[in-house]
């Protein structure tokens, strides 16, 4: 994982003591979920914090009780960054004083306690009396800090700053982007499964129940030497089924994820068969005009013809789409694991791709003269000439005479772009600049 290039700090502590605030804080985003309910962080979240020209990797975690079985699978994801870590912020509340739980918790640190240091979260408006009971556990010092309030932050970063390796003389000089990826899908469809199976390791919880995830989880995945950001997302459930709080800053957060990824991968339950829902969320990655890849999951269960079933449905349901190649896979086997690297990076050449002006004005001369454009009111309709303005989505100018064009017409174009230079599954922009 990438996050192995840069130290790594891990953000423990029992359930809702402010480790997603003061994550969000170093990351100077809000990428966590933040509400003031307990358990609401379950996964790993990982992001970078940048402090006097040096950077670590933080990693949040679900709060937890060492005491609890019902928590474990929490427990385990915690575990695991506690393993991973190079430092560990061990958070407790202030207002709460030192609880038994903290005590267990640190009880569990103590055989690396030399990698532990002890964050006092919430000490707004304390006095210095509220800390005392803490060093009861015996470690000093305390970095007492309120995350929300931005308050003795750069105290616990300068403490962290000396551990921190100085950057490479040509570490940030040219970084680099990662094709971002993002996992959509209705509850329950194996969405973090396929990241777990990408890893190779349990990184996400995963679960039986719907909705284990509650927040969009970014990964660094790497796949023949070449690396990926995937972020995982909460299932997204029907507008009237979704439960206001936490589900419903899930949903936002995963509609977020796709504003900034590059490829949204759909994940369907192939024996669920292709829903309305799937098709609502077809029509949201069209909208944030991100490239589109659909993934049949579970297709070690489908009977003989479930491959041509969905096929005909998948026509059916999005003749916008149509011709589209459907990926079969397994998340929980592994199958066709690869088809789907190799479909990320056509897609994303293509998403990226730019087509020079005089290739792209020979394409349209034949398509005006296949279908030359309709008259408006008795008055032609003229296009002089395209040029590609953008990537990313690719971007194309079209100089006209007049912008008021049929949306039949505009969809023939479309059409024409998308055949002659294999943009299936990519979002493309036309724009109409009349010509001065």
Known sequence: MDSLLRPVIALVGRQNVGKSTLFNKLIKKRKAIVLDLPGVTRDRNEGICSYRDRSFTVIDTGGFDPDQNDTSLVRIQAEKAIALSNRILFVMDARAGLTPVDEAIYDTLRPVASRVDLVINKTEGTGIQNLNEFYKLGHIPLYPISAEHNLGLTDLLDAIYPSLPAPASNESANPKVLPKIVVMGRPNAGKSTLI??????????VSDIPGTTRDSIDTTVTYKKKKYLFIDTAGIRKRGKVVHGVEQYSVARAKEALDRA??????????????????????AISDARRAFIPLMN????????????????????????KGETLLYISG??????????????????????????????????????????????????????????A???????????????????????????????GLMGIPIQIKLRPKT
């Open 332 to 389: 929980k086997t592994g199958t066709g694991i690869s088809s789907i690297f190799k479909r990320i990076e056509l897609v994303y050449e293509r998403f990226s791709a730019r087509v020079g002006t005089s290739e792209l004005n020979a394409f349209f001369e034949r398509a005006l003269e296949t279908y030359p454009p309709p008259s408006i009111r008795g008055r032609r309709v003229k296009i002089y000439y395209v040029t590609q303005a």
């Open 262 to 283: 590059d490829i949204a991968l759909l994940l369907v339950d192939g024996v669920a068969g292709i829903t309305d829902q799937d098709v609502r969320l077809i029509g």
């Open 196 to 205: 777990n199976t990408l890893l190779h390791e349990e990184r996400l919880v």
């Open 391 to 421: 990537t990313a989505p690719p971007t194309f100018v079209f100089f006209v005479n007049t912008v008021d064009i049929p949306r039949h017409y505009m969809h023939y174009l479309e059409n024409r772009l998308r055949e002659a230079f």
């Open 298 to 321: 579970k297709s070690d269960l489908l009977e003989s013809d479930g491959k041509a079933r969905l096929q005909n449905q998948f026509d059916l349901l999005c003749p916008f789409l």
